[in-house]
């Protein structure tokens, strides 16, 4: 089942980004939980990142109402879901909606199950660092990324279409709707 994102909703929050004029790449991590989404992995390369001497904003945020994680992801250039679960989940899907190139682990042994167009930059422990490196480095690349990701949304998640799906399941079982 693919989850449902409602892009007129997240539509609103287009156009809303803070530019501040100095040009800084913005990292966002929202986890539900630290452990399972790999949270010690992202800070370590964040650290790295800034040690190495890459100038960007990193902000790691919890508990947040759904209104605020949509603004946060206005506001970021990259977003950084999870690095240990092995499938994205809807945060990463909402990412995508709202042009935001995104980092998530999808585990090798499931990648052939998603469309060919998955747009995540697939990423696990040992490839944070570097992963990040070069999105930090490449805005061009951040650029195709967003668009990419969008179309994704649009043409596999987008909610009439998800919800018409489930539809045509429930009915082939039976039910009367």
Excluded: M, W
């Amino acid at each position: 089942f693919r989850q449902p994102i409602d892009i007129k909703i997240l539509d609103s929050y287009l156009g809303s980004k803070k530019e501040d004029g100095n040009g800084i790449v913005r990292i966002l991590h929202i986890p539900t939980q630290v452990i399972p989404r790999g949270t010690i992995f992202v800070e370590d390369a964040i650290n790295r990142l800034q040690k190495d001497g890459y100038k960007f904003e990193y902000r790691f945020i919890t508990n947040l109402t759904q209104h605020e994680v949509y603004q946060e992801i206005a506001n970021c250039d990259i977003l950084v879901d999870e690095l240990r679960t092995g499938s994205h989940g809807v945060l990463a899907l909402e990412s995508c909606a709202l042009y935001k190139p995104t980092i998530t682990y999808i585990k090798e042994s499931i990648i052939d199950k998603f469309p060919k167009e998955l747009p995540f930059v697939n990423t696990n422990p040992i490839t944070i660092y570097d992963n990040l490196k070069f999105l930090i480095l490449n805005p061009q690349t951040r650029e195709e990324l967003g668009k990419k990701s969008r179309v994704y949304v649009e043409k596999y998640h987008e909610i009439d279409l998800v919800v018409d799906d489930l539809i045509k399941i429930y009915k082939e079982c039976g039910a009367k709707i």
